[in-house]
């Protein structure tokens, strides 16, 4: 039985008795694996790694280590090792409760081979497929969280962690440091990745009836509660304690991520965030820096945020002098990412705008006029804009350096209603 080279064929033998060791490993030779084997579990751990691409095979009962301990020790360096268990006729109640335990299977002694080389290529199949899918996520977070600041490297480092659970957590971050962004590459990545992504919001619909929709509309997929301090005391009574009643029952059908702007022990000391739902959500805790803290990843960020920008418009991405990355380096950047895509988004239309100075680079010629990539480019930015300061015009026209009679034409031109930004009182 050879394997297929994509595959993993690496396996671990732990055994106390050597001549079982050799038979084992003379056995899987002949069948394409790569067998290394040890009568000590100590030495096994010490071989293991946390992207081993190999399965384990143990006997139970050892004098140094058991095989429920060895077991134990696996899994907390790597819960989705494969873990076989050897065990002899009067072990079969301690194998079962090794199988109810994360074990991937047991074996009965004496060993029929085709039994073992049947359970280690169902092992080594699963064990790929765990290792393709980390890979996989590990990619996805690389691409959508850019940057080598210490607070990005931690928080990529997280996500591969969370991604493997299913643990609730607490995303704080100010306006605009990519809250959402960051819930929607979570659940992408985890495995609830083909069920439903609900965001919840809790200023324009906070009443217990409204929650309860959006919790059935979540089904067994995420639930995002933005502002969820913003809900009455009762409806976040009524939810951590739903929540914690279902998670207690085993029956724990969704994720639920809480977002919060500011921070959560602030609101609880001032009452506004219930104890019942901030336990809850406080499982994990994920915090997102301004960007002005993250500075080595502006221009890294604004060069990807200008790719994608002239992708979308079929546009070749112009050169960036110098000089302007000096300046993105020193703004203070009050709208944080957001701010900066917008930024970038001109840039690829040819509008350099900056703390309020603005001028017109020359672009290469396209496929549409310049005229009708400005409008689709101001509309963006006069969302985000309002969205940013709550639909406050008077601010979001300062903000954007033009007069506010002016803005308020603009939106009238795009059709945006300065009310759908503000927040539900």
């Not at 210490?150 to 607490?170: F, G, Y």
């Not at 703004?331 to 001028?359: C, D, S």
Request: hydrophobic share 40%; aromatic share 6%.
């Amino acid at each position: 039985m050879l394997l297929p080279a994509n595959r993993p064929a690496n396996v671990l033998l732990v055994d106390d008795d050597e001549d079982v060791l050799e038979s084992y490993c003379h056995l899987l030779r002949l069948s394409g694996y790569h067998p290394r084997a040890t009568t000590s579990p100590h030495e096994a751990l010490a071989l293991l790694a946390d992207q081993w691409p190999g399965v384990l095979v143990s006997d139970i009962y050892m004098p140094a280590m058991n095989g429920m301990d060895l077991l134990a020790s696996v899994q907390a360096l790597d819960a989705e090792i494969p873990v076989i268990m050897i065990t002899g006729h009067g072990d079969i109640p301690l194998a079962v409760r090794a199988v109810k335990q994360g074990a991937f299977d047991f074996l009965e002694k004496p060993l029929n081979p085709q039994d073992l080389l049947g359970l280690l290529e169902r092992a080594c199949r699963q064990r790929s497929a765990v290792l393709a899918r980390r890979s996989e996520i590990q990619a996805t977070v690389d691409d959508e969280l850019i940057g080598t600041s210490p607070q990005i490297v931690t928080l990529r480092s997280q996500l591969n962690q969370l991604a493997q659970t299913d643990k609730d957590l607490l995303l704080e971050g100010p306006a605009g440091s990519g809250r959402h962004t960051l819930a929607r590459l979570l659940h992408r990545i985890s495995v609830r990745r083909e069920q439903a992504f609900q965001l919840h919001d809790c200023v324009s619909a906070p009443s217990l009836a409204e929650v309860q929709t959006s919790l059935v509309q979540a089904g067994q997929g995420t639930l995002v509660l933005q502002s969820p301090a913003r809900l009455s005391a009762d409806c976040q009574r009524w939810l951590g304690n739903h929540l914690l009643d279902q998670e207690r029952k085993g029956s724990k059908p969704l994720r639920t991520i809480g977002l919060f702007d500011e921070s959560p022990e602030a609101l609880v000391e001032r009452q506004q965030l219930m104890p019942e739902l901030y336990y809850f959500l406080s499982q994990v805790r994920l915090k997102l820096p301004r960007l002005v803290e993250r500075s080595c990843d502006i221009i890294p960020l604004f060069r990807a945020f200008l790719r994608q920008g002239c992708k979308r418009i079929g546009r070749p991405v112009p050169a960036v002098d110098r000089a302007y990355l000096e300046t993105l380096k020193r703004h203070q950047w009050p709208g944080n990412l957001r701010e900066l895509r917008n930024v970038a988004e001109l840039y690829a239309v040819g509008i350099v705008k900056l703390a309020g100075a603005e001028q017109v680079i020359p672009l290469a010629s396209g496929k549409e006029p310049l005229d009708d990539l400005v409008e689709e480019f101001e509309r963006r930015v006069i969302e985000d804009t309002l969205f940013l300061f709550s639909g406050r015009v008077t601010d979001a026209a300062q903000y954007l350096g033009i007069p506010r009679k002016k803005l308020y034409l603009r939106m009238k031109k795009h059709q945006l209603d300065k009310d759908r930004f503000k927040p539900a009182t």
